[in-house]
DNA sequence: CGAAATTTTGAACCGTTTCAACGGACGTGG
DNA sequence: CCACGTCCGTTGAAACGGTTCAAAATTTCG
């Protein structure tokens, strides 16, 4: 490259901020925020839930449910993230989604994990575990109804990531995956214009159906056609957005 | 091929005969089955859902929902096929799913369609109204839940779709539509080893993130492998489920 | 029966993968 | 503080799986 600029990664010491700040340790506030999302839970069933609720602190390689393992708690992410991926016996793997703050893991009420949840950063989440969940459910629809809100916008992400991963060229799922992610940080009111790969490029592949080696060339030629500046290994400045979407096709 | 016997599809005429057979135009018995799968609806729920319920009779081609129209109206598949897609504006396509007796459509409460649901052969569903629906969701939860159960289902096989257009190749991606399509005749009580491609092998391709020509070729050297034998131009019988199960992978 | 659509098969081509090498960042221990 | 090993990202060159293009065979349907 011309610019040998000299980079650093954000120190991984600690978890980041939370972007609404919660009282450490006191879950409340989290469930209240998680569920107000949804924009229809009672009050009341914010405060028995957040009751029911405890917070880890988890760090890079932490796994929070394992593929198979009985599906007993439900978890919400406040800060970090998390990779949730399905591995075939040779080791080929897809992930299947990415989790950050806001996002919900383990809703599904089938008896076993269908994926295997790892924190691929300093990450906190709540969870609460099914059985709780399921008596609050019970008492308060309306939870389940938000929550049902939220699974099926799951379902049509996973059908559009199912457009990309069955349709799109290598060069359409890179721009549309810069696209993803930064629409998901300006949702949760971070700037959208610099999108920040919290993963490494070999889990950005194994999402988008390549290899790291591609992903790697071609966030380089998107570099040298000034559609992105490399702010740090990690995080891009978008400069040229209308380039992207053309790119990113549909 | 060496035996070249003359084959003959199924006459296309009338929708096959509904596993369940119910009273023509009565659309009760369909609702009752329909929510009776999911093992929780109350017989009174049933009762007035059935009645916000009418049977529409389609074929081939006909469109019950089109990706960005509102989202009015809940489907749920009696007989026939249904192949559900997303477009990309140059016409790659995309299927995400087919539907066959006892399926549902619609159940997001999204505000539009997110795809595009066509008949791919005779076809009866029955159909509500969203707003009717909504009205015997409020007053029976367990209806609620047991929709969000099927919806859950759903992403779970929306997951594992991911898995094999991200990283099986080309024979385990047929392999295991094959898999698929028995286990799917199994659960509404048909031949499980007799697999019938109600699609065409273009539909199977835009399934399976394959061309058309791919399909044929892998399916024409299962056949000379004798994993399978063909009945009909559209219809397998599968010889060695076993060896079938290993080229799935997983 | 004849036309249109679908399926099958072959051969050349190409986008992505695979294999390989190198460089930078970072943690560890002398 | 520097040497060392590891992990991650970048880049190049060769190989390959699946696509594209083309044509023929079969099936479907009016």
Redesign the pocket.
Known sequence: ?LD??????A??DAPPACPAPEDAGVCSSCAARALSVCGRASDAAVQRLSQLTETLTLKSGDVLAREGDPADAVFNVTAGAVRVYKLMSDGRRQIVGFLFPGDFLGLSPSPDYAYTAEAIAPTRVCRFTRKSYLGVAAEYPELESALFSRSSDELAAAQEHMLLLGR??????VASFLLDLSARAARRGENGDIVV?A?????G?DYL?????????I???M?TRRLLR?LS??SYAILDREALRRMAGR
Chains 1, 2 share one sequence.
């Open positions: 490259m040998s600029i000299s980079y650093r990664r120190p991984a799109k060229t290598a060069g359409e799922r790969l993963m490494t490029r070999g889990d592949a159906g390549l290899t790291l080696e591609t992903v790697s060339r966030l380089s030629s570099k490399q290994p990690d």
